[in-house]
């Protein structure tokens, strides 16, 4: 059964998603489950890089995975192909997962069975920016065939982010971009930031995410 919330008019909805994302965690944490927010523009390695993280971990660690996306279940159905337990959650015209939504994902999966949770967020770099899920960590991944000017054009995500991931690095060259900027950028944004260089392609850097996602598991 769903739970639902009335909201006054002109309350403000970030504070009420601020409230959900709240019990969110408090929910994940009371099964010890660990959250990865993935957020990211079309195209830029989400999916891959989910799919990716299933198959070096499945054997370590138990993992399901939310789908959000205006139509969730193509991405949904390349993780459920790993017998992960998955929900596809369509945002319809909204261009972004919010608290809400994920409450009612999370109600949908065994939580009990799980030690991670990646949630795929909507394909953007602006509107998931504000909308806190009550996840552990949040990851942007971009690529270098967005340019590389796309982290200084798009500042705020960047400012709330744990880690980015300048991910096709090995066609960097070909697409004319220069990742070191990318990093430069990203650090400028949020000196605190943790920024990998990958190739989802060729597994450079992958390792380095395996060590982040180790790092960050709750203990039980």
């Not at 944490?29 to 990865?36: D, L, Q, Y």
């Not at 138990?62 to 992960?84: L, P």
């Not at 939580?111 to 009550?134: A, H, K, Q, R, W």
Request: hydrophobic residues 40%; glycine residues 8%.
């Amino acid at each position: 059964m769903h739970s639902t919330e009335e909201v006054a008019i002109g309350y403000d909805v970030l504070k009420m998603n601020s409230r959900i994302a709240r019990r969110n965690r408090n929910t994940l944490e009371r099964h010890g489950v660990t959250a990865f927010n993935i957020m990211g523009a079309i195209g830029s390695g989400k999916t891959l890089l989910i799919e990716k993280t299933i198959q070096e971990f499945g054997d370590r660690f138990r993992i399901g995975a939310i789908a959000g996306d205006v139509i969730a279940r193509i991405d949904a159905a390349r993780f459920e192909k790993y017998g992960v337990p998955t929900v596809g959650l369509n945002t319809g015209k909204e261009c972004h997962l919010d608290a809400h939504l994920v409450e009612h994902g999370l109600g949908d999966l065994p939580l009990d069975s799980l030690d991670l949770l990646f949630i795929e967020n909507v394909g953007n770099l602006i509107c998931p920016t504000d909308y806190e899920l009550g996840e552990h960590k949040r990851v942007v991944v971009v690529s270098v065939s967005e340019g590389d000017d796309i982290v200084e054009k798009h500042p705020l995500i960047f400012s709330t982010a744990d880690l980015i991931i300048v991910n096709k690095i090995d066609i960097a060259e070909a697409v004319n971009a220069d990742a070191d900027k990318m990093v430069k950028d990203a650090c400028t944004i949020n000196p605190r930031i943790k920024v990998l260089k990958m190739s989802l392609k060729t597994g450079k850097g992958f390792s380095d995410w395996v060590d982040f996602v180790e790092k960050s598991i709750i203990k039980r």
